[in-house]
């Protein structure tokens, strides 16, 4: 009996489950996807470059970011606890997160919009009033990662192997443990960059000879997803030791944050040998 | 190419129109029709709507606080094309709300067609035709009930 239950699931997770698990988080991962097609008809319209981009690739990648986070919280939400899910904090909580979420994005988009008429100083007096509040808002929606993690870390009925358990809850508790003070940071520096930066990486737009603080928010903000993969792997591929595996992956990888971190700090680029 | 309002501006008669004309040819493929003239179509004037208002609104002139103001909005071109595209959009959807509430309440197809064309064209003139005619379907409906 107790062999069955620990034996891995050879079924893929099913994917209807997302909107039962966490209504409110698909929805709105749909509706950040879908709200990139009226953002690159615009980058599209306006092709006047500010410091190398469009001013649309910021909520572009925001879009793609926060879309990406609240379609993976809901995948894990299959994870909480029956009971927490439909208790009413609970939907007060998913709700106060949406709407942190919806803020930013729409903070973003207005400021993108207004990237044109930025000599308006009415406008940036109102975005300088609005920035904290948009500090509060990415603590909050950050923070929805921690209350799963702590919840599935206690919840003892999730239907994982033990070491995939841990591997989600440690990966959740790790997202916001190290995206918030390397976010805070990068938040108050007044620009991502540590030294003067002439060459970019492809897609991502890291720094190729300065420091990007950037680097560090990525990888802190997708522990959610690299330490329940090496979860998995470790789960399937040395079951005996899986456990310890899980423990010294996910300090590995907090090490690898506050390695980058520190290394964008002391302005040197991250991997330079990517060209 | 694609920031130039006129090059837009021709873009966009050819798509509305080919929505007028699904609807014209409704009675053929009533489902069809519908997803074209009341999805497809308006939702993409209103991806270039929005992506016009996303990029011009706020270096555009004017506002909406006086007839002024507004007709200063319309001196920009990019604003201008937006409020051409909203009008495409949203007259082609009362186009397709009339024809599929015609359809649902037994209005013959031809006599919404002397609707269609003021809606296309006149919007609101169209809208308050249909709501005539519609309105004599009713009374005639309740006035010629047989008594059981």
């Excluded at chain 1, 990648?61 to 904090?89: D, N």
């Excluded at chain 1, 990525?218 to 090496?230: E, G, I, K, S, Y």
């Excluded at chain 1, 010294?248 to 040998?273: E, K, N, Y």
């Excluded at chain 2, 709300?97 to 649902?104: F, G, L, Y």
Aim: hydrophobic residues 55%; proline residues 7%.
């Amino acid at each position: 009996m107790t062999f069955v239950l620990s034996a891995p699931r050879a079924t893929l997770p099913d994917l209807r489950r997302l909107w039962t698990d966490a209504p409110a988080f698909t929805a709105l991962a749909l509706i950040l996807t879908l709200a990139l097609i009226p953002i690159y008809a615009a980058m599209a319209l306006y092709t006047r470059i500010f410091q190398g981009d469009s001013p649309w690739m910021k909520p572009v990648k925001f879009h793609y970011a926060l879309g990406i986070y609240t379609v993976s919280l809901a995948f894990f939400a299959r994870f909480l606890p029956e009971a927490t899910r439909r208790s009413r904090p609970w939907r007060w909580f998913t709700a106060a997160v949406v709407i942190a979420i919806l803020g930013e994005v729409v903070w973003l988009s207005a400021a993108a919009a207004l990237n044109t008429a930025s000599h308006f100083n009415t406008e940036i007096a109102l975005f300088a009033a609005v920035y904290p509040l948009m500090g509060v808002f990415a603590v909050l929606l950050t923070s929805a990662s921690l209350v799963m993690g702590l919840s599935i870390w206690r919840n003892r009925a999730t239907g994982l192997p033990p070491a995939l358990h841990l591997a989600v809850a440690l990966g959740l508790i790790l997202t916001f443990v190290l995206t918030i003070p390397v976010a805070s940071y990068l938040s108050g520096n007044g620009t991502h960059f540590v030294g003067s930066s002439t060459r970019t990486l492809w897609l991502m737009g890291w720094s190729r000879d300065a420091g990007d603080l950037r680097v560090a928010h990525f990888l802190a903000t997708h522990a959610l997803h690299f330490v329940p993969v090496l979860g998995l792997i470790a789960t399937w591929a040395f079951p005996t030791q899986a456990t310890r595996l899980v423990w010294l992956s996910a300090t590995g990888f907090a090490a690898l944050v506050i390695l980058t971190f520190t290394q964008a700090l002391r302005g040197a680029p991250f991997l330079p040998f990517l060209g | 190419m694609l920031t130039d309002p006129h090059a837009l501006f021709q873009m966009t008669g050819p798509l509305a129109m080919l929505g007028w004309l699904s609807l014209v040819l409704s009675p053929l493929a009533p489902r069809l029709s519908q997803a074209i003239a009341a999805l497809a179509i308006p939702a993409l004037l209103s991806v270039g709507y929005t992506a016009l208002i996303l990029v011009h609104w706020s270096t555009a002139p004017g506002g909406f606080g006086s007839l002024a103001d507004v007709m200063a909005l319309f001196n920009d071109p990019s604003i201008a094309l937006a409020g051409w595209v909203h009008y495409l959009a949203f007259d082609l959807f009362v186009g397709a709300w009339i024809t599929r509430t015609a359809r649902a309440e037994g209005i013959p197809h031809l006599l919404i067609l002397p609707c269609l064309v003021p809606t296309f064209l006149f919007g609101p003139a169209g809208f308050l035709a249909f709501t005539a005619l519609r309105a004599a379907y009713a009374a005639r409906a309740r006035m010629t009930k047989v008594p059981e």
